[in-house]
């Protein structure tokens, strides 16, 4: 659980900020993992909000005129789950990647500090990097500039290739954020546009299979017909 403040990645769950660095990586399977951070376990769903409820306390955020509590970071939680079929003993592996983003900021409606307004430059900056992002997944470009920003290079395998991505946009009805509305619900109507083809990672059995047909070949062993 991590947030992107300032152009900087910060760890949730080290409230004092003294870890290691935080890098982003990708596995072999092309699911993105932020090394060095904290990982914590959960059993149930009680578990698994405590550890929001934790993390949520060490977020940025700061009072504005137009918010009383208003998001300083964009928060990236990454939640991995696993569950083991009994009677074959295959294993299937999931990420669902919860990503609030802040919101784009107007300096001369928000009254912002000095401070306030470095952050919101970095928090418009990430976001037209995501939209150039989603600009070219929804035509199907070739090239797809996800390192532009380290928004976009965490939120590469929600947005592209084996994932479903949802999005959820919150508007004011107030005509007074008229403006802001239709821009927040046009960027929301380009994810719409993007096509990707989820499948299960549920290979697990079949590779297993292999490995054992190979660790037989490997000893001189026959191979079953079953087998093959």
Partial sequence: MVELYNDQLI???DASHKGSKLDIKKD????VFIQNA??????SSDELYKCFEDGSKNRHVASTKMNAESSRSHLIIGVVLETTNLTTGAVLRGKL?????AGSERA???GATQEQLKEAQSINKS?????????ALSTEQ?????????LTLLMQDSLGGNAKTLMFVNISPADYNTDETIVSLTYASRVKLITNDASKNADNKEIARLKNIISKLKKGEDI????E
């Fill in 11 to 13: 760890d949730l769950y």
């Fill in 28 to 31: 072999k399977k092309g699911m």
């Fill in 38 to 43: 904290v990982i914590r376990n959960a059993s």
């Fill in 97 to 101: 990647s919860l990503v609030d983003l």
């Fill in 108 to 110: 001369a409606k928000t």
């Fill in 127 to 135: 976001l037209s990097a995501l939209g150039d992002v989603i600009q």
């Fill in 142 to 150: 070739n090239f797809i500039p996800y390192r532009n920003n380290k």
């Fill in 224 to 227: 079953d017909e079953d087998e």
